[in-house]
């Protein structure tokens, strides 16, 4: 019987094996190619290739979120951007420092609150500028807002199976536009020979 045995358990205890699995992942997304045994190679092809799909899928439907309220891309894209960029509304106001007492924050110079004045009326012109209508530019932000959160819950999800932050980010900013529209197969093996010593089949792992 087979009890409580799921994948290619690789020959190591369940901690080392999950460590092992992980930083070759990291390792492949970071030089895009590693070089390893083609037992470990197939051990973690399938979990490599399912955190990009993860990443595709939360992207794609991010994006789909907010083409239903902005159908043209490039304003979409934009109101995106802006979105990122600062945590506004166009019915923000700084606050006087009164309110920013009650809040717990500190008071503001009159230098620091012209300072954000003039930073919250340029997002404002900003997304004006691309929306015209008030009422459609803040139901834009809105969407793009929920769209963001959207992706992040894709990266959170695939950050509990790295190690580096960074991987997680160069898979959305590179991997994401490059392998769009296309269904798995996001990684090839090609075998290189037999290692001296044990002879056990050696690999290069890497992404197509």
């Given amino acids: 019987m087979r009890h409580r045995v799921a994948g290619n358990r690789i020959n190591m205890p369940e901690a080392q094996r999950r460590a092992a699995i992980r930083n070759l992942i990291d390792g492949l997304y970071t030089w895009e190619h590693v070089t390893t045994t083609e037992a470990r190679a197939k051990a973690v092809r399938g979990e490599a290739e399912r955190l990009i799909a993860i990443a595709i899928r939360g992207h794609d439907e991010a994006w789909a979120h907010l083409k239903k309220v902005v159908d ?55 997304l004006t500028d691309l929306i015209k209508d008030q009422k459609e ?27 580096h932050e960074r991987s997680v980010k160069k898979i959305f900013e590179q991997f994401v536009p490059r392998f769009s529209g296309r269904n798995g197969g996001y990684t090839r093996i090609t075998k290189i020979g037999r290692r001296q010593g044990d002879g056990a089949e050696m690999v290069k792992l890497e992404l197509v």
């Fill in 137 to 163: 530019a803040q139901h834009a932000l809105t969407a793009a807002r929920q769209a963001m959160a959207i992706e992040l819950h894709a990266r959170r999800t695939i950050l509990k199976h790295l190690p």
């Fill in 72 to 126: 043209d891309d490039y304003t979409a894209e934009q109101v995106l951007a802006l979105a990122r960029r600062a945590k506004f509304s166009l019915s923000s106001t700084i606050g006087s420092n009164e309110e920013r007492e009650a809040q717990g924050k500190f008071p503001l110079s009159d230098e620091a609150r012209k300072f954000k004045e003039d930073r919250l009326a340029r997002f404002k012109k900003e």
